[in-house]
C-alpha cells in the first residue's frame, strides 16, 4: 500500500492519503521517515511503531485520530520531528511522550483538546517547538510546561484561555518566541512573563484584554515585537512598558485607548514601529 523512496541514503516512506483503516505492520526496520497523513486510523495502538528505532520524522496529521494508547510510541527513541495535527484527539495520557525524548518538535495544533494533562510532555528536555493552537484548551495546569527546558517556541493560538497563571511560563527560560492570540485572554497579570528573559516576539492580539498591569512586562529585556492589536484597552500607565530595551516593534491598533500619558514609550530606545490607528 505504501511507497519506498530510497535513492538517497536516508529510506523514506510514503502512505499519505490510501484511506487506511489500519496501520501498516511491516515497515521496513530501517526507514527514516514515514508519512501516514490523510488516512483513517481512529486510533494508535500501544507500541505500534516498536522495530523503528531509527525513525526520525513521522507525519500522522489528518488521519482522523480519535485516541492514542500511552504507549503507542514505544521504541521511537530516535524520534525528531511528530506531526499529530488536524486529528480529533482530546485526550493524551500522562507519559505518551516518555519513550520520545529526542522529539524536537511536536504539533498538537488543530485538535479538540478542552485541556491538557499534568505530566503529558514529561521527558520531553529537548523539545525546541511545541504547537497546540487552535484547540479548546480552557485551562492549563500550573505546570504543564515545566518538563520542557529548551523550549524555543510554543503556539498557544486560537483557544480559549481567559487568563494566565503565574506559574505557567516560569521553566521557560530559553522560549524565544510565543504565541497567545486569539484567546479569550481579559487582563495581563504583573509577573506572567517575569522569567521569559530570552523571549523576542510575544503575540497577544485578537484577545479581550481590557487591562495591563503597571510593570507586566518586566524582565523581558529580549523582547523585540509585542502585538496587542485587536483588544479592548482603553488606558496604558507609565510603566505598562517598562524595562522592555529591546523593543523594536509595537502594535496597539485596534483597542480603545483615548489618551496617553507623556511618559508611557520613554523605555522603548529602539522602537522602530508603533501602531495605534483605529483606537
Known amino acids: 500500500a505504501c511507497s519506498l523512496d530510497d535513492y538517497s541514503e536516508e529510506l523514506n516512506v510514503f502512505c499519505s492519503g490510501r484511506n487506511l483503516t489500519q496501520l501498516p505492520d511491516d515497515f521496513p526496520t530501517n526507514a527514516k521517515a514515514i508519512w501516514l497523513d490523510g488516512n483513517n486510523f481512529t486510533q494508535l495502538p500501544a507500541a505500534a511503531f516498536r522495530n523503528l528505532s531509527g525513525l526520525d520524522f513521522l507525519d500522522l ?10 504507549h503507542a510510541f514505544h521504541g521511537l527513541r ?23 525524548q529526542n522529539l ?8 479538540l483538546f478542552s485541556k491538557v494533562e499534568e505530566g503529558l510532555f514529561a521527558g520531553l528536555s529537548n523539545l525546541w517547538y511545541l504547537n497546540l493552537g487552535w484547540n479548546s484548551l480552557v485551562v492549563l495546569p500550573d505546570k504543564v510546561f515545566h518538563d520542557l527546558p529548551n523550549l524555543r517556541e510554543l503556539i ?15 521553566s521557560l527560560t530559553e ?7 486569539g484567546n479569550a485572554l481579559k487582563g495581563i497579570k504583573i509577573n506572567i512573563f517575569v522569567k521569559l528573559q530570552k523571549l523576542q516576539k510575544l503575540y497577544l492580539n485578537n484577545n479581550q484584554i481590557n ?15 509585542l502585538d496587542l492589536s485587536h483588544n479592548r484597552l482603553t488606558s496604558l ?13 509595537l502594535r496597539l491598533s485596534t483597542n480603545s485607548i483615548t489618551s496617553l500619558r507623556p511618559r508611557t514609550f520613554k523605555d522603548l530606545q529602539f522602537l522602530e514601529e508603533l501602531q495605534l490607528g483605529h483606537n
Request: glycine fraction near 4%; include cysteine; aromatic fraction near 10%.
Open 211 to 225: 487591562a495591563i498591569a503597571p510593570r507586566a512586562f518586566m524582565g523581558m529585556k529580549s523582547l523585540r515585537w
Open 237 to 249: 500607565y507609565e510603566d505598562t512598558f517598562l524595562g522592555l530595551l529591546s523593543l523594536h516593534v
Open 156 to 170: 498557544l493560538a486560537g483557544n480559549k484561555l481567559p487568563y494566565l497563571q503565574h506559574q505557567l511560563f516560569c
Open 175 to 181: 522560549l524565544k518566541e510565543l504565541d497567545l492570540s
Open 104 to 111: 524536537v518538535s511536536l504539533s498538537l495544533n488543530n485538535n
Open 61 to 70: 496529521q489528518s488521519s482522523q485520530l480519535a485516541a492514542v494508547e500511552q
Open 78 to 100: 530516535s524520534l525528531y520531528h511528530l506531526h499529530l495535527e488536524r486529528n480529533r484527539l482530546k485526550y493524551l495520557a500522562p507519559h505518551t511522550f516518555l519513550h520520545t
